[in-house]
């Protein structure tokens, strides 16, 4: 090999790439095996903070390794515009979306057209909250007036019609005198993301159906591909060092699958978010402002992580273009319906059920509250770091805030996956390839 000095960041990047693929071994009723996994990443991320940073060879102006990791891209590309082709056919054929997120996504654009609120009392776009939470219904009496052995049938009917007169049965509505907790529990059905993924797809739900769904996230997740293209390429990363990054990003198995193919919503956050840290790199405050803005009108987790950028813009115009942004998205659904609004898109984050995906699932309450005030102390101080500007390595900083967030959580989704994975994948190539400080945003 003509550079051998980049065999260990090639080797990083493939290893990594295995080690995400365990992941599909180890899933429900593994917690602490997860738990595990997470531990080996940061093995990994302390490895790269401390070992002496030395750059590898670069192969860039080598015309054979600059077409062959091209080539690979170009691969990467294709495979995930080959999902994405099959995710809008089979979803245009069935009429069906695979996943509850898509799904919920979906029926909330659906909701919107006829003039109906997703975020509403009454609202019920989320299946999955409406078993969990059927106890606490019936207890506030307003439970199906329907028999428990025919919900579920009765249910599928308005999955498929949105039919107000099935929805009546299934959850009365709360009579004018009703209590506090029948008004909280009807508010809680709701669409649980931000009004962004909805007004995407609602969009374009009349001419296309329910295929906006993996059209709008597939197209998210090429925007993600190239915003992360951009970083490397005003990173310094170059054609190979930065080609073989981005090609990790796009084989990453969590991220087709669950993004493009199942239509998980959480590559809306991620895309804003990573325009935000392009934004800051590139000193765009009015830009940063809104992508921020966006990232949180997406959902809440992984967004409000990329929020320190207002504060390492230290910039008027950022930190008003992200609150008038933020303010414009928000504001018609609150005027619209606050407490639906409350219930669904921030409350429901307090009553998030563990399971079995999270050691937390299986550790003593005491253990649970010890690790993740340590943690919280972790990220508080990575947070610091990143905003006094006394750590230069960005990527480094994003992956072990990411990654110790996902570590506190009571749920371990694969979904979470690329909430940590996409900043590895950078943190890899910041150690190895990347021009030195290349987070510095202040530099000219």
Same mark, same amino acid.
């Given at each position: 090999?003509?550079?051998p000095?980049l065999l ?6 493939f290893g990594?790439?295995?080690y ?10 593994q917690g602490?095996a997860?738990?595990?996994?997470l ?5 990994l991320?302390?490895n790269l903070?401390?070992?002496p940073?030395?750059?590898s060879?670069?192969a ?7 077409r062959?990791v091209l080539a ?9 515009i080959?999902v994405?082709?099959?995710?809008i ?10 996943l509850?997120?898509g799904q ?7 909701e919107l057209?006829?003039g109906?609120?997703?975020?509403a009392q009454g609202?019920?776009?989320d299946?999955y ?10 207890a506030?009496?307003i439970?199906?007036?329907?028999p ?5 049938a009765?249910?599928?009917r ?13 959850l009365?509505v709360?009579p004018p005198?009703g ?10 059905l709701?669409?649980k993301?931000g009004?962004?993924?909805v007004?995407?797809?609602?969009a374009?739900?009349?001419p296309l159906?329910a295929?906006?769904?993996?059209v709008t996230?597939g197209?998210?997740c090429?925007a993600l591909?190239v915003i992360i293209?951009?970083?490397l390429?005003?990173?310094?990363a170059?054609v190979?060092g930065?080609?073989?990054a981005?090609?990790?990003v796009m084989v990453d198995p969590? *991220?087709t %699958?669950?993004y493009? &193919?199942?239509? +998980?919503s959480?590559?809306?956050p991620? @895309?804003?978010?990573? !325009? #935000? ?14 992508c921020?803005?966006l990232?949180?009108?997406s959902?809440?987790f992984?967004? *409000?992580? %990329?929020?320190?950028l &207002?504060?390492t +813009?230290r910039s008027?115009r950022?930190? @008003?273009a992200?609150? !008038? #942004?933020?303010?414009?998205l928000?504001l ?10 409350f219930?669904n898109f921030l409350y429901w984050?307090?009553l998030v ?7 937390t699932?299986y550790?003593?309450t005491?253990?649970?509250?010890t690790?993740?005030i340590?943690l919280a102390l972790f990220i508080?101080?990575l947070?610091f770091m ?7 390595r960005?990527?480094?900083i ?5 990654l ?5 959580a009571?749920?371990f989704?694969?979904n979470?996956i ?7 994948a950078?943190?890899i190539?910041?150690f190895f390839?990347c021009?030195d400080?290349?987070y ?5």
């Amino acid at each position: 090999m003509k550079h051998p000095s980049l065999l260990p960041y090639v080797a990083c990047l493939f290893g990594f790439e295995v080690y995400l693929g365990t992941f599909r071994f180890l899933d429900w009723n593994q917690g602490p095996a997860r738990a595990g996994l997470l531990g080996l990443v940061l093995l990994l991320l302390l490895n790269l903070r401390f070992w002496p940073h030395r750059r590898s060879g670069d192969a860039d102006g080598n015309r054979h390794w600059e077409r062959a990791v091209l080539a690979v891209v170009a691969l990467a590309v294709i495979w995930n515009i080959s999902v994405m082709t099959l995710a809008i056919t089979q979803t245009m054929k069935t009429g069906k979306i695979r996943l509850d997120q898509g799904q919920n996504t979906y029926r909330a654009a659906q909701e919107l057209w006829k003039g109906r609120n997703p975020y509403a009392q009454g609202a019920l776009l989320d299946r999955y909250s409406y078993d969990l939470r059927m106890p606490e219904r019936v207890a506030a009496g307003i439970g199906p007036t329907i028999p428990a052995s025919g919900v579920e049938a009765e249910m599928d009917r308005y999955w498929d019609t949105l039919d107000p007169a099935i929805r009546a049965k299934l959850l009365p509505v709360v009579p004018p005198a009703g209590s506090e907790s029948a008004r909280r529990e009807a508010s809680l059905l709701g669409y649980k993301y931000g009004p962004v993924p909805v007004l995407f797809a609602a969009a374009l739900a009349p001419p296309l159906g329910a295929a906006s769904v993996p059209v709008t996230n597939g197209a998210a997740c090429l925007a993600l591909f190239v915003i992360i293209a951009l970083i490397l390429t005003r990173a310094g990363a170059g054609v190979v060092g930065g080609g073989l990054a981005l090609s990790a990003v796009m084989v990453d198995p969590w *991220i087709t %699958y669950n993004y493009i &193919l199942l239509s +998980a919503s959480d590559v809306w956050p991620l @895309l804003f978010g990573f !325009a #935000a840290v392009l934004c800051a790199m590139r000193r765009w405050h009015v830009a940063l402002g809104l992508c921020l803005a966006l990232a949180i009108g997406s959902k809440i987790f992984p967004a *409000i992580l %990329y929020l320190p950028l &207002l504060i390492t +813009a230290r910039s008027a115009r950022a930190a @008003l273009a992200f609150g !008038a #942004a933020a303010i414009a998205l928000f504001l018609p659904w609150t005027i619209w319906d606050a407490r639906g609004l409350f219930y669904n898109f921030l409350y429901w984050i307090v009553l998030v059920y563990g399971d079995s995906t999270s050691w937390t699932h299986y550790a003593a309450t005491s253990v649970v509250v010890t690790v993740r005030i340590m943690l919280a102390l972790f990220i508080a101080f990575l947070l610091f770091m990143l905003v006094s500007g006394r750590e230069r390595r960005w990527a480094w900083i994003f992956a072990a805030v990411n990654l110790s967030v996902v570590a506190a959580a009571s749920a371990f989704h694969n979904n979470y996956i690329p909430w940590f994975s996409t900043w590895v994948a950078l943190a890899i190539a910041e150690f190895f390839v990347c021009a030195d400080d290349i987070y510095a945003f202040n530099r000219d």
